[in-house]
Nanobody, 128 residues
Framework: QAQLQESGPDLVKPSQTLSLTCTVS??????????WSWIRQSPGKGLEYMGA???????YYNPSLKSRTSISRDTSKNQLSLQLMSVTPEDTAVYYC????????????????????WGQGILVTVSS
């Protein structure tokens, strides 16, 4: 099973862009058949699906975040990236990258254990 590690800043100012990277080992984001996804969990709330990229490069976004979210990948570095624009304090959360065998699992997940593998998560605080 692939191992995932999130990295990026832990503090972002309001109105700025949050940028995170997920480095993958033990599997190729370009050839291993998975949905590579970003999810988050705000304090006191459940998991929220942000978006996912299939191995063929197709990208799926949560409609509620689509206008502010961009997911991309660097196959040479085996990395998945997330950009969330125009952040507000409501975007304070632990951000995870995770993999699942199908998109329905990514969209409907209620807990991290619904995924095949996930990173340790990174707490990002949006504050001035």
């Amino acid at each position: 099973q692939a191992q995932l590690q999130e990295s990026g800043p832990d503090l972002v100012k309001p109105s700025q862009t949050l940028s995170l990277t997920c480095t993958v080992s033990g599997g190729s984001i370009a050839t291993t058949y998975y949905y590579w996804s970003w999810i988050r969990q705000s304090p006191g709330k459940g998991l929220e699906y942000m978006g996912a990229m299939a191995t063929d490069g197709s990208i799926y976004y949560n409609p509620s975040l689509k206008s502010r979210t961009s997911i991309s990948r660097d196959t040479s570095k085996n990395q998945l990236s997330l950009q969330l624009m125009s952040v507000t304090p409501e975007d304070t959360a632990v951000y995870y990258c995770a993999i699942a065998d199908d998109l329905a699992t990514v969209v409907d997940a209620k807990r991290l254990t619904d995924f095949g593998s996930w990173g340790q998560g990174i707490l990002v605080t949006v504050s001035s």
